[in-house]
């Protein structure tokens, strides 16, 4: 465990700090050495999610998640109350081959992958072979949250619907203890996934689906509005 959580460490400070130019190959690095660890540790493929049945299973799931998140964030952007939460600069001022590029590559190829080896994979098989499956759910939701309070850094900067948390010493700590106990939750969502489909495959579209349909609708509603 003590390897795995070094491995995180490292990666975060490398991705938020240090080096986030390299995220990719972070991601990339840590995730393989994660797995490595795995192995070291005893856990097998179906452990992990990751073997030919439940690969297998995972597309189905996968197929059903994607199509209703879509569905749900395009039922969201209709309504007046929730469309706010798709105003997110980091988005807006992409251009086509950036976003392209986020979407395509560095969600599913650096986020998705890390994270989901990371928290629904190797932490949550490990846990669960010691202590059970609520505190495999339990620890990695958790772990899950603190992972995102670097990236949460100005937040509220960025997205209009988490400037309503304030300004000053209040507008930079409220939008991140917001984002630890959201990711803390979706965690525990993932986790509960990974437990019903028996693989990996599902929380990470899931997690795919949230985060690149977020950023392609990010990007899509001020060009509808003409802003750029």
């Known amino acids: 465990m003590f390897c795995v959580l070094a491995v995180l460490v490292g990666a975060n400070l490398l991705n938020n700090l240090f080096a986030p130019g390299a995220y990719l190959p972070t991601c990339v690095v840590a995730a393989a050495a994660l797995l490595l660890i795995a192995r070291w540790d005893g856990l097998t493929r179906a452990d992990l999610g ?9 597309l189905w799931w996968a197929s059903v998640l994607v199509g209703a998140v879509l569905a749900v964030f395009l039922v969201g952007l209709a309504l007046p109350a929730t469309r706010e939460a798709f105003e997110d600069e980091r988005a807006a001022g992409l251009t086509p081959g950036q976003l392209l590029w986020r979407v395509l590559i560095r969600v599913p190829v650096g986020t998705v992958l890390l994270e989901e080896v990371a928290f629904r994979g190797v932490l949550w098989a490990m846990v669960r072979r010691r202590r059970g499956t609520a505190w495999a759910t339990a620890v990695s939701s958790l772990l ?31 939008p991140v203890a917001a984002a630890v106990v959201a990711t803390t939750a979706a965690g525990v969502v993932l986790c ?4 019903r489909s028996g693989s990996l495959l599902a929380p990470a579209a899931l997690h795919w689906a949230v985060n690149g349909f977020g950023y392609v609708l990010a990007w899509a509603v001020p060009r509808s509005r003409g802003e750029y």
Do not use: C, I, K, Y
């Not at 990751?50 to 995972?58: F, I, N, Q, S």
């Not at 509960?192 to 437990?195: P, T």
């Open 144 to 174: 899950f949250g603190l992972w995102h309070v670097l990236p949460s850094r100005g937040l509220s900067r960025a997205n209009a619907a988490a400037a309503v948390l304030g300004t000053g010493p209040a507008g930079s700590v409220l």
């Open 50 to 58: 990751l073997d030919t049945v439940a690969l297998h299973r995972g």
């Open 192 to 195: 509960e996934l990974r437990r």
